[in-house]
């Protein structure tokens, strides 16, 4: 996986932004809730495209795993117990990702209520630690189906 480009440059903003102060965070914010959002998008769309590209049986494990996640059960073909192994530590990783980000979000808006500067430098910190995770899931995914593709 290339870097994306709205990653690097949410990446950048939120590093600078460990620095600002109050008045600078009232002001930027606007600037980082874009940059974050964008950054959210790519990622949302470089994991789509690379879960689009994988052999038919990878899909089918990761859309019965996210059945099973929502209390669901899709009775579909046997899936290879490998397989399906390797799907469920990349949706795991992709999951804890994404959890990481709504932890980020939540401490952001408590910052934001509070005018914390130290509460929007931890969630500069974990929007950054959330975004590097995702974007390691999606390389596990993209080098998962390329070695499926060619076994």
């Known amino acids: ?10 990446k950048e903003i939120m590093t600078a932004a460990q620095e600002w102060g109050v008045f600078r965070w009232l002001t930027e914010k606007r600037k980082v809730r874009l940059a974050a959002d964008n950054c959210n998008d790519a990622l949302a769309r470089a994991e789509k495209r690379v879960i689009e590209s994988w052999p038919d049986e990878m899909r089918a494990a990761y859309d019965e795993l996210g059945a099973v996640a929502n209390g669901k059960r ?5 899936i290879d117990a ?10 795991d990783a992709l ?6 980000r709504l ?12 005018l914390s500067t130290s509460m929007a430098k931890e969630g500069t910190a974990r929007a ?7 974007e390691k899931a999606i390389r596990k995914a993209e080098s998962a189906g ?6």
């Not at 490998?82 to 949706?91: A, F, G, S, Y």
């Not at 979000?105 to 934001?112: G, S, T, Y």
């Not at 390329?146 to 076994?151: D, E, F, G, M, W």
């Open 1 to 10: 996986m290339k870097k994306i480009p709205e990653v690097e440059e949410a």
């Open 74 to 78: 899709r009775r579909g073909k046997k």
């Open 82 to 91: 490998d397989i399906l192994e390797t799907v469920r530590k990349i949706k």
């Open 95 to 100: 999951d804890d990702a994404e959890r990481v």
């Open 103 to 114: 932890d980020a979000e939540d401490i952001f808006d408590r910052a934001d209520r509070a």
């Open 128 to 134: 950054i630690e959330a975004w590097e995770m995702r």
């Open 146 to 151: 390329k070695a499926r593709v060619t076994a």
